[in-house]
């Protein structure tokens, strides 16, 4: 099983970025797929979920309308597209993935995660 996330950066306040997260050696139609974000100090917490059976998608309150969550399950690849970036934003991006549903705030539910990517941004 391997995650690979990839498109993290620097960017100033407002910018815009796309995240990554390419998949491989689980069932990737039947998973649920959460970005995860931590800061030094801090615990992990849930950004965003998509189910990739029904692409049904969660947002944590601060992203929404922000943020956007999709998957392409032929390139076995979940995209956060994240847009008007803001300070408060700047972590380290994983994403996470398990069989079944969406558990935004249960980090440890989830079996599989990759390196993670990190966001800055600047004001």
């Known amino acids: 099983v391997q995650l690979v996330e990839s498109g993290g950066g620097s960017v100033q306040v407002g910018g815009t970025l796309r995240l990554d997260c390419v998949a491989s050696?689980?069932?990737?139609?039947?998973?649920?797929v959460t970005w995860f974000r931590q800061v030094p100090g801090k615990e992990r917490e849930g950004v965003s979920c998509?189910?990739?059976?029904?692409?049904?998608?969660l947002y944590e309150e601060s992203v929404k309308g922000r943020f956007t969550i999709s998957s392409d399950n032929a390139k076995n690849t979940v995209y956060l597209q994240m847009n008007d970036l803001k300070p408060e934003d700047t972590a380290r991006y994983y994403c996470?993935?398990?069989?079944?549903?969406?558990?935004?705030?249960?980090?440890?539910?989830?079996?599989?995660w990759g390196q993670g990517t990190q966001v800055t941004v600047s004001s």
């Open positions: 998509i189910t990739n059976r029904d692409h049904k998608t």
């Open positions: 050696g689980f069932d990737f139609d039947d998973a649920a």
């Open positions: 996470a993935a398990e069989i079944g549903s969406c558990y935004l705030r249960v980090a440890p539910w989830y079996n599989y």
